[in-house]
Every structure is written in C-alpha cells, then in structure tokens.
T-cell receptor, first 114, second 114 residues
Framework: KNQVEQSPQSLIILEGKNCTLQCNYTVSPFSNLRWYKQDTGRGPVSLTIMTFSENTKSNGRYTATLDADTKQSSLHITASQLSDSASYICVVSARNNAGNMLTFGGGTRLMVKP | KAGVTQTPRYLIKTRGQQVTLSCSPISGHRSVSWYQQTPGQGLQFLFEYFSETQRNKGNFPGRFSGRQFSNSRSEMNVSTLELGDSALYLC?????????????FGPGTRLLVL
C-alpha cells in the first residue's frame, strides 16, 4: 500500500528561525515528489516538484531534498516569516499505465510566532 | 490568466441528497483532478480526468463520480450523501497528464452534510 508519512505533525518556531520538515514514503512506482503549502481556507500551492534524479530543489527560502534510496524527503525553510504559517503537504506521485496516482501525507502544520 | 475556479464555494445538504460540484480549469489545461480534504483524513485523491477520460480513481465508493467536458470543465457528483462526506472538495488542473507539471488548485467547495 502506498503511504506518505510526515513529521512532525505540528511545529512552532520563532520568526527568523530555520526549520526542517520530514517526509518518508513507500510509493511505487515512484514518479515524482511534491511539496505544497496550504494556507488556512485556501487550496494548496505547489512549492517544488522533484523526480527520481533530483536531489535538491529550491524555491526562494524553501529548499527540498530527496533521497530516493532511503525514500525520504525534507523541506527546509530558511529565515522563517510570519507568512510561512501554513500546512505543508508532501505528495508522492506514482505513474501507472492510466496516468498518475497521488498519495498525500498528513501534512505538517507550521506556526511562526513573532 | 484566470486561476482554477470552483462553484459553489459553500454548500449545505442533508443526508440522502445528491450534489454536483463544478470546476473550471486554467485556460489551456486539459488535466483536472479532484480531491477530498477532511481534518481527520487529510487530502485524498478522488479521480483524474484528461481529455474527457477518467485516467485514475482513488479509493472512494461509487457514490462519487465525475466527468469532464470537451472544454475541460469538470463536474463531480456525490449521490446519497452521508454525514462523512462533509469536507472541502478541491479541484486542480495542469496542462497535461504527464505527471511532472505543477498542479494549480482551486479554492475548493466546502460541503456540509446535515
């Protein structure tokens, strides 16, 4: 069964600090891994998409890493801002003959405090 | 370019009724996916449509169905509503179904079943 596990479930940090969110997956056959940011009451917004051959990808202060051997990914947020308060969702895509099957992690709820 | 739009934004129904939700993708996008998001289960994949064909389906009962029109607009229908169907229903579009493209999410339709 395809699964995506995220940790921690929730996190509180002070503005300006860095943090790292974790994602472990068992999805086959692996196609790509995505990180989304979802503000309360809004739809998710894509941060990064990585395929098997990509180890790291950055989007501003967000840097995602992927270790396809250990099936782990992390999302590092640098110099956090109050606007980073949101849920961060790891999504792993498996490709089959019909198309794509996405498996979602439960998300990490991040709160940045002043 | 207009984003993904979903209608209605909010809906209240009673058990046993049926509901139809609508999604208009970004102009030029041909792939539309539907997701259910609840506090307990997080985001779960419902189905994906590409060029009017259902490409993949998640693990939801047959009460959940959908279709896509020639203009790529998509509808999702839930029949015989149950209390547990109360959720935020999100629609996302992408240009193709290759799986390595950013999905753009709509704001969602919040359904409450009484």
């Amino acid at each position: 069964k395809n699964q995506v596990e995220q940790s921690p479930q929730s996190l509180i940090i002070l503005e300006g600090k860095n943090c790292t969110l974790q994602c472990n997956y068992t999805v086959s056959p692996f196609s790509n891994l995505r990180w989304y940011k979802q503000d309360t009451g809004r739809g998710p917004v894509s941060l990064t998409i990585m395929t098997f051959s990509e180890n790291t990808k950055s989007n501003g202060r967000y840097t995602a890493t992927l270790d396809a051997d250990t099936k782990q990914s992390s999302l590092h947020i640098t110099a956090s801002q109050l606007s980073d308060s949101a849920s961060y969702i790891c999504v792993v895509s498996a490709r089959n003959n019909a198309g794509n099957m996405l498996t979602f992690g439960g998300g990490t709820r991040l709160m940045v405090k002043p | 370019k207009a984003g993904v739009t979903q209608t209605p934004r909010y809906l209240i129904k009673t058990r046993g009724q049926q509901v139809t939700l609508s999604c208009s993708p970004i102009s030029g996008h041909r792939s539309v996916s539907w997701y259910q998001q609840t506090p307990g289960q997080g985001l779960q994949f419902l189905f994906e449509y590409f060029s009017e064909t259902q490409r993949n389906k998640g693990n939801f009962p047959g009460r959940f169905s959908g279709r896509q029109f020639s203009n790529s607009r998509s509808e999702m229908n839930v029949s015989t509503l149950e209390l547990g169907d109360s959720a935020l229903y999100l629609c996302a579009s992408s240009f193709s179904d290759r799986g390595y493209e950013t999905q753009y999410f709509g704001p969602g339709t919040r359904l409450l079943v009484l």
